[in-house]
């Protein structure tokens, strides 16, 4: 007998996520399910807050109800006991955000409305050693964090598709392991993403629900000594424009990396923002696969194109060797046409990236957009090697609860096929298609798909 798995609200071990109403579930691997029975315990800080008693084996969750209580750790243990009283146990845990708790960080923005990437700063000291750090926080716009020059997390486009009028989405980052004895660097980097950017169905509609980049966080640092210290966004941050010059989830991406950030300036403290804050509702997204070239094409047309094999939601990267000042461009597309990359059913979607080098050899990868594609066409370097550039899926982090396999290899592909267009379409909202100037989430095709995706 085996617990296998615990899930919270059907994820494992959550951080920050909104459980308003709180399920736990389990795995029980047995020779048999008679006269077994299962007992729940949750714990703060060693301490029982939640008991049942052992109750009959007649199904494989618990429905909790209990007050949570904000920035709270609370650990899980399962025990399942069987009728000669041997009993085994298995443990998880999750964690709450803010939930109802208001913030003590101010929304801070940057005077110029036009920035296409705005860059707030703070250098901060610690003094003692960190026993826990977490970092609350959201922007209007999509946001990478950092500190020291190093991202914060693994997922993108943060806080992902929001109707800022009625939610904003607040996430969750343990930032203990970058809080170390010394100075830091704590930085922010917004762009317009969903929230600013052109979207809508053809061509779209720009500043939807606002026209300036905004973030709001709260870094909560408990030491090893007892005290605790929270560091908020406020006056004392700088702001600034950086690398990316022009970005939109329709357009792509244009970065030079031979501009120097400079001329910072003090924040300005924005008092007429949506405030209507939640702990975070979606999965985040995340790379969950990585394509590689499988085929070096040059077109008709004179083009140079990498076929990756898979039409697939995501992002690219490649790797640089090229010398400072040197343009790359590089377009996406679908499928080709007479031996040529085809864009047209693209619509105004520019769908690029335009990199300029600042000769530093690395890896490079567009940050506030996404393309749906299978082919890229490559402009500007003189020797290419394939190895240097991958396609890195990204989807909303679903877990696979099952799979098909037949004897005939076109039932195979089609289901494959079905697969894929979830994987592309589930890109935080359930959306109608990846690659357009489209990306919406029309009640209508969810309403189609919905029960083959659940």
Not at 25 to 35: G, I, K, S, V
Not at 109 to 131: H, P, R, S, Y
């Amino acid at each position: 007998m085996n617990i296998q798995s615990i899930l919270v609200n059907h994820m494992t071990e959550p951080l920050g996520f909104l459980l308003e109403h709180l399920r736990i579930e389990f795995t029980l691997e047995a020779d048999h399910f008679e006269e077994i029975e299962k007992q729940l315990i949750l714990s703060v800080a060693d301490q029982p807050v939640y008991q049942t008693e052992f109750l009959p084996y007649d199904n494989n969750f618990f429905e909790v109800d209990l007050d949570l209580l904000p920035r709270t750790r609370y650990d899980i243990k399962i025990t399942i006991r069987t009728a000669d009283q041997e009993c085994i146990s298995s443990s998880s845990f999750f964690e709450t955000g803010k939930l109802s708790e208001p913030f003590q960080a101010q929304w801070i923005g940057n005077k110029d409305k036009e920035i296409q990437n705005t860059l707030f700063k703070k250098d901060i000291t610690i003094n003692k050693e960190v026993a826990r750090a977490r970092l609350y926080m959201t922007a209007l716009g999509v946001y990478e964090t950092l500190i020291d020059q190093e991202k914060i997390g693994n997922e993108f486009l943060a806080p992902g598709v929001n109707a800022y009028d009625q939610w904003t989405q607040l996430q969750t980052h343990d930032v203990t392991k970058a809080l170390s004895l010394g100075q830091h660097e704590l930085m922010i980097s917004t762009a317009d993403g969903w929230y600013k950017g052109p979207y809508g169905f053809i061509q779209g509609v720009k500043d939807i629900y606002g026209d300036q980049h905004r973030a709001l966080a709260e870094y909560h640092i408990d030491y090893v000594d007892g005290t605790h210290e929270v560091i908020t966004t406020d006056e004392s941050w700088l702001t600034t424009t950086g690398k990316v010059t022009h970005s939109s989830i329709y357009y792509g991406e244009d970065r030079d990396d031979t501009l120097s950030i400079v001329n910072w300036k003090p924040v300005i403290i924005l008092k007429e923002s949506y405030d209507i804050l939640s702990d975070r509702l979606s999965l985040p997204l995340i790379v969950k696969e990585t394509l590689e070239v499988q085929e070096v094409l040059y077109t008709p047309a004179g083009e140079t194109v990498l076929d990756f094999g898979q039409n697939h939601a995501g992002l690219f990267r490649f790797y640089n060797r090229t010398p400072k000042g040197t343009k790359i461009y590089l377009q996406v597309g679908e499928i080709l046409q007479k031996g040529n990359l085809y864009r047209e059913n693209l619509r105004s979607a520019r769908a690029a990236f335009e990199y300029i080098s600042d000769g530093e050899e690395k890896w490079v990868q567009p940050s506030f957009t996404y393309y749906g594609y299978r082919y890229m066409k490559v402009e500007g370097l003189d020797q290419l090697n394939p190895e240097d550039f991958k396609a890195d899926v990204i989807y909303s982090d679903m877990r696979s609860t099952g799979e098909i396999e037949t004897n005939n290899p076109q039932v195979n592909r089609l289901f494959q096929n079905i697969i894929w267009g979830q994987k592309s379409n589930f890109f935080d909202s359930p959306t109608d298609c990846p690659q357009r100037d489209e990306r919406l989430g029309w009640t209508g095709d969810a309403n189609v798909f919905s029960n083959t995706a659940l």
